[in-house]
């Protein structure tokens, strides 16, 4: 059975607040000012905007971190990665106690508990389209699209008619409560598999049965082969999403996705109401249908 009211109430659950919501703003515009205006960036910087999962409207719950594109005016074929972030880390540790040199981007500990991931990049071309960003473990610069990961998501929500965005924080719902870190893939990959596999679904249940079905159907004969596909990013297909995901921890989520796409579909089949909703809280834990 569908359940389309527990599946909205459970939806509205994951939610972030808006105390929440209301941190994450104040603190992403704050270091985007700081950016534009500090004398050691005002000269390089020519613009600066949200990307990730709050930039995408996939965040659930707490927003954990805020990814702030910064696009900067440099020659990547000639400034090494390194350089770049120790440079931005420099500038961001005058504004804040905690700054954290991360692989592709300086973390920074905003007030209310929100953290903050700068990336610094430059265009591969024109401004609005992919971004040279730097990748400090390999040591190069790498190409990415973030601009096209949110107009991907937002053409494909308009397409599901929304179901796209919630099926998304359903599925995170559902990875997080897997039992163990092995089996829960990194967000964007989950994210980048949704949008392969929802369809065009007319209810929350069939979209979670299509996605966890479509997933076992692609790359279920990966188990137990040692590989791990190309997954391309839906924003920009030469990125392979998959890049860093090991075959150990692939397995081991296709594994879950197995058992979760047989239980899903029992629970969108059975008749019974008191036994659909038993199925599904197997799925998303005892507050469904609450």
């Known amino acids: 059975m569908e359940h389309p009211g527990d599946f909205a109430t459970y939806v509205s659950s994951l939610e972030p607040d808006a105390d929440a919501v209301t941190a994450a703003k104040d603190a992403h515009e704050k270091?985007?000012?700081?950016?534009?205006?500090?004398?050691?960036t005002k000269d390089a910087h020519k613009d600066t905007f949200l990307s990730g999962s709050y930039a995408r409207h996939t965040a659930i719950h707490d927003i954990n971190d805020v990814d702030v594109i910064c696009i900067i005016d440099i020659d990547h074929a000639i400034t090494e990665p390194e350089v770049v972030l120790s440079w931005l880390q420099g500038v961001l540790s005058k504004y804040y106690k905690e700054t954290r040199l991360?692989?592709?981007?300086?973390?920074?500990?905003?007030?209310?508990g929100v953290w903050l991931d700068i990336?610094?990049?430059?265009?591969?071309?024109a401004d609005e389209g992919p971004l040279w960003i730097p990748d400090r473990d390999a040591k190069q610069w790498v190409q990415s699209h973030p601009k096209g990961q949110i107009a991907a998501a937002t053409n494909k929500n308009k397409a599901t008619d929304g179901y796209y965005v919630q099926t998304v924080k359903l599925l995170k719902a559902w990875r997080d409560r897997l039992p163990t870190?092995?089996?829960?893939?990194?967000?964007?990959?989950?994210e980048t598999l949704v949008h392969q596999t929802i369809g065009s679904p007319s209810s929350h249940a069939r979209a979670v049965v299509s996605v966890l079905e479509g997933i076992q159907s692609s790359y279920g004969f990966y188990r137990g082969t040692g590989i791990v596909p190309q997954i391309p990013d839906p924003g920009y297909f030469s990125v392979n999403v998959a890049k860093r995901w090991t075959s150990d921890d692939f397995d081991a989520f296709l594994d879950q996705v197995k058992s979760a796409a047989e239980t899903a579909r029992k629970a969108l089949d059975a008749t019974d109401e008191?036994?659909?909703?038993?199925?599904?809280?197997k799925l998303f834990g005892s507050t469904f249908g609450q």
């Open 181 to 190: 870190e092995k089996s829960k893939p990194k967000s964007y990959i989950l």
């Open 274 to 281: 008191t036994e659909s909703r038993k199925l599904w809280r």
């Open 102 to 112: 991360q692989g592709r981007s300086i973390g920074a500990s905003a007030a209310e």
């Open 119 to 125: 990336v610094p990049s430059t265009p591969v071309s």
């Open 31 to 40: 270091v985007r000012e700081q950016l534009k205006t500090d004398e050691d």
